[in-house]
């Protein structure tokens, strides 16, 4: 009897060794930029001027327009870095861009707001399944399994250009 104990264990550990983690290696050419098209909701990961990857994306509720300020629902536009990554992410994963930049900030306190902050290109978690297309509150959104796509090949560091 205790002989059928180890094997179920066995099978137990086989199974969970089998699942996949969030969490992909990625040995592929490095990719120097991130291209975001909002009018077509198209992102690309470049490796130069090679397109690597393309994913269909969703954006802030109020998808048109620079994003300038705290709660205006919009995605920014510019150039930006990642500068972060959230392996715990609400998001799945996440991969967060310096938005605000200074001239982002600038603008802002111009006008007496707050531009906002934590912009991130991430997942769409259970809790968000019926958002519609454009559902975030400024991110850039993929699917979980194109979210480990990205986070295995963005560096932090990597240009991300968000075009209207």
């Known amino acids: 009897m205790r002989w059928i104990s180890w094997i179920v264990v066995a099978v137990m550990l086989t199974t969970l060794a089998g699942c996949s983690s969030k969490f992909r290696s990625y040995d592929g050419p490095e990719v120097t930029r ?4 909002k009018e077509s909701r198209t992102m690309y990961l470049m ?10 994306v969703g954006l802030g509720f109020e ?15 510019g150039d930006y870095r990642v500068d972060r990554r959230n392996p715990n992410s609400e998001f799945h994963l996440s991969i967060g861009i310096n938005y605000p930049n200074a001239e982002d900030r600038a ?4 006008i007496g707001k707050d531009p906002g902050g934590d912009i991130f290109i991430h ?3 259970w809790k968000y399944r019926s958002g519609g297309e454009d559902w975030t509150a400024g ?26």
């Open 123 to 125: 997942g769409r978690p």
């Open 107 to 110: 603008y802002a306190k111009s």
């Open 139 to 164: 991110c850039v959104a993929v699917t979980n399994n194109e979210m480990e796509e990205v986070y295995a090949m963005v560096r932090t560091g990597t240009v991300v250009s968000i075009y209207p």
């Open 63 to 77: 998808p048109l327009g620079h994003k300038e300020i705290k709660g205006d629902g919009k995605t920014p536009e």
């Open 34 to 37: 991130v291209l975001i098209y």
């Open 47 to 56: 490796h130069h001027e090679e397109v690597l990857k393309t994913y269909n």
